[in-house]
């Protein structure tokens, strides 16, 4: 007979009598005490890994080769080993047994008895319990400990520190690593500077001849990603910043099932997070988080996003329906249309999917290009909506008329106090009467005060209007020199430098425009929450002005 052995433990520092060569030797000697014995290459060891997940590299080969008829028996310690899930163990027994294999349990032997199928499936259930309830455990007894700071959650140093060899989980022995915090706050400085991306980071660290992490010459994007991402880096340890991500659907039938669609990592929201306690800092909040914004936009505007077709609008265009974003797709051959996601199945929510028609991408981007050349060339345009979103109701001599009127109007105010305190000492008027009618005097003149502190914000907005507009036309004229003759990467960095979004409800295009105000502003591409949701004494700042809609005759 054909036997194999197959062993299981789920870490390297399991106890004892579950130890990988423990359960060897007791196989074993079970084959010494009939006569036989089994070879090194027939036993198949699963160290390191869960009982509660079928992804095990050893499992996998023994299937395999009992698929191909092998092995005509296998030998384990106690079902438990070959699953903790009794779903997974009744798979597993019922596909050996297709192809013809048994499988013999030492501590736990099984019959075919209605009896013998009951004790397993109570042992499997129990088993099942135990590791529940061990997990549960584990897990309270951790975040009690990350609370009070007793426990790092790293169970190895973050590149750019070093941990106490004595002490490898107490955060109090975190140290920097001089020579790696120096590469960590580098590639920050370099991912701050304008039109920097992982890729570039990625080719510098390999030019100056950085290796990574893992001791490799050139780094890999993800392990910049994440180095970026990781808010350690600020001096503020935190715990319990991802969970267990639900298994993904198979991206296709003819790609194995791998490890990473058996489920994963996502991270969890911020106010999930566990405070452990502080260490060394590599870089300032300010910068993390603008560096998290950086990540966000790029990821956003990354060419992987399509690779096949060129789309003017691609990431601006958004369904005037359901708000969702619409991407570029092509049916057909050579018809490329915009698509909203809220028309996919999986996209579209609870609320069924959008109604939305396909908008042919060549006559939007050729709408939205020819209404940006007319605007550019056209800045008197934005100098009109300018003065009316910022300009206020007075015309600058009203406003100095209307300025010197409430100062006459104040200093009137102040005579009649100084007439009134005069009666009240002369003895024409009680205290009360005097109280009385110099609270309506004050009254009257703070009013005044308000409005006249209002007209001098208004003359302040309009000096700094000026300068946005002279901002603004000169900034249109150096660019409608070079719209001429444009090409299309032209156009895309023009585009995403001016346009916030492209909002296309059936015929009906809006176009959200976003113009430099200063010299600042036209080598960043503008980014904020959408302007439905800020006040409108945040639509605007020293680099930037969010247009509003256009009227145009």
């Known amino acids: ?50 009982g509660a997940t079928l992804n095990r590299p050893a499992l996998d080969r023994l299937r395999d080769q009992v698929r191909l008829g092998d092995y005509d028996r296998i030998l384990v310690t106690s079902p438990d080993r070959l699953a903790r899930n009794y779903v997974h163990q009744m798979l597993l027994l019922e596909e050996l047994e297709r192809a013809g294999c048994t499988v013999e349990f030492l501590d736990q032997p099984m019959g075919d008895t209605p009896h013998d199928h009951l004790l397993l499936q109570i042992r499997g259930a129990v088993a099942e319990y135990e590791r529940a309830l061990i997990g549960d455990r584990m897990r309270r007894g951790r975040l009690a400990r990350y609370r009070a700071g007793l426990l790092l959650p790293w169970t190895r140093p973050v590149y750019g520190y070093l941990l106490d060899p004595e002490r490898p989980r107490d955060p109090k022995g975190v140290r920097l690593s001089e020579a790696e915090a120096a ?7 370099w991912y701050l500077e304008d039109g920097a991306s992982l890729s570039s980071i990625v080719n510098r660290l390999f030019a100056h001849g950085v290796a990574s992490p893992s001791g490799r010459a050139r780094w890999r994007h993800t392990t910049v990603r ?25 991206r296709s039938a003819l790609e194995p099932v791998g490890k990473r669609d058996e489920g994963g990592r996502t991270l969890r929201s911020r106010e999930e997070w566990v ?15 603008f560096v998290q914004q950086k990540l966000a936009r790029n990821r956003q505007f990354a060419a992987r996003n399509n ?15 359901c708000g969702l974003a619409a991407t ?14 809220g028309k996919r199945a999986d996209g579209a929510g609870g609320g069924g999917r959008c109604r939305s028609r396909l908008t042919p991408a060549g006559k939007l981007d050729e709408l939205v290009w020819a209404d940006l050349c007319e605007l550019i060339r056209q800045p008197q345009l ?17 406003l100095t008329a209307r300025r010197e009127s409430l100062r006459k109007a104040r200093v009137g105010l102040q005579q009649q106090v100084e007439r009134l305190t005069e009666a009240y000492l002369g003895g024409v008027l009680d205290l009360g009467e005097y109280e009385r009618r110099r609270r309506e005097i004050e009254g009257r003149a703070e009013a005044f005060a308000s409005q006249e502190r209002e007209l001098v914000q208004q003359v302040g907005r309009r000096h700094e209007l000026a300068g946005m507009v002279e901002g603004v036309e000169d900034y249109c004229r150096r660019v409608s020199e070079a719209l001429e003759g444009a090409s299309f990467e032209q156009k895309r960095r023009l585009i995403e430098l001016l346009i916030d979004r492209v909002i296309v409800t059936e015929a009906e295009v809006e176009i959200r425009y976003v113009i430099p105000t200063s010299a600042s502003g036209e080598h960043a591409r503008f980014c904020h929450l959408r302007t439905n949701y800020l006040p409108p004494d945040a639509e605007k700042n020293d680099c930037w002005l969010v247009m509003p809609p256009l009227e145009r005759g």
């Open 1 to 50: 007979m054909r036997t194999a052995i197959y062993v299981r433990v789920s870490t390297v520092t399991h106890s004892q009598p579950h130890t990988i060569e423990e359960q060897i030797n007791r196989l074993r000697a079970r084959l010494f005490a009939h006569g036989e014995d089994v070879a090194d290459q027939h036993i198949f060891r699963d160290e390191g890994r869960s």
């Open 183 to 189: 590469v960590v706050r580098q590639i920050f400085a």
């Open 226 to 250: 994440f180095l970026l991402r990781n808010p350690a880096y600020t001096g503020v340890l935190y715990a319990a910043r991802t969970r267990t991500r639900r298994a993904r659907a198979r």
């Open 275 to 289: 405070r452990v306690g502080t260490i060394p800092a590599l870089v300032t909040p300010e910068q993390y988080e």
């Open 307 to 321: 690779t096949t077709h060129d789309y003017l609008l691609r990431a601006l265009v958004s369904c005037g329906f």
């Open 328 to 341: 570029g797709r092509t049916a057909g051959v050579g018809y490329p249309y915009y698509v909203c996601a």
């Open 382 to 398: 934005i100098a009109l909506e300018l003065e009316r979103a910022w300009g206020g109701s007075w015309l600058p001599a009203e």
